[in-house]
């Protein structure tokens, strides 16, 4: 069935560091989500991509969406302490798949 | 404007009991999906309802099961607890398959 695997797992990085989340998928995806979940908390929409190779910015977040749409990216630009959580992907296939997340730790 | 609001927020059951969980959708909205996290874990869809039908399934058994109303409120309802069943029970309401607003969840403990 389909999948949908996030790299890496966890990343820890010092404030001011930049950060990236790939997000992959085994099929061809219409479109994509990012959610952000803050410890403790609920998962939070950021951004849907639709076409092939589309990038939309956020102020410091960068978001791509590859040509074959099988794949996205994440990229945070100088994090601060607020971007501590967990990034998540989500796609629609026969049901809403979350990839599997990547927990982002920022150092002080 | 409410968001997407969910009761209880903790609930301790014993296994083999039965649940049911209350969602109340983002005014506006007329989906509502439902998703089981686990520690650590990423959500997982169970299902999604749309006008009282339920329209797509997870790979959940049977006895998860819900209901949407017609205010488009739902219910998720798990029958015979298993300990496995302890999670975070999130709702989350949409128009179809667009922007997923959760509410803050229902966090389920089996004894």
């Known amino acids: 069935g389909q999948q949908v695997m996030q790299i890496p797992q966890y990343q820890h990085v010092q404030e001011g560091e930049d950060f990236t989340t790939y997000c992959n998928s085994s099929t061809t995806l219409s479109n994509i989500q990012w959610y952000k979940q803050r410890p403790g908390g609920h998962p939070v929409f950021l951004i849907q991509l639709v076409k092939s190779g589309e990038v939309k910015k956020q102020k410091r977040l960068t978001f791509q969406f590859g040509e074959a749409k099988k794949n996205s990216s994440l990229h945070i630009t100088a994090t601060q302490t607020t971007d501590v959580g967990t990034y998540f992907c989500?796609?629609?296939?026969?049901?809403?798949?979350f990839g599997t997340g990547t927990s982002l730790t920022v150092i002080p | 404007d409410a968001g997407v609001t969910q009761s209880p927020t903790h609930l301790i059951k014993t296994r083999g009991q039965q649940v049911t969980l209350r969602c109340s959708p983002k005014s506006g909205h007329d989906t509502v999906s439902w998703y089981q996290q686990a520690l650590g874990q990423g959500p997982q869809f169970i299902f999604q309802?749309?006008?009282?039908?339920?329209?797509q399934r997870g790979n959940f058994p049977d006895r998860f099961s819900g209901h949407q109303f017609p205010n488009y409120s739902s219910e998720l309802n798990v029958n015979a607890l298993l300990l496995g069943d302890s999670a975070l029970y999130l709702c989350a309401s949409s128009f179809l398959q667009g922007e997923a607003f959760f509410g803050q969840g229902t966090r389920l403990t089996v004894v």
């Open positions: 309802y749309y006008e009282e039908e339920e329209r």
């Open positions: 989500a796609a629609w296939g026969n049901q809403f798949y």
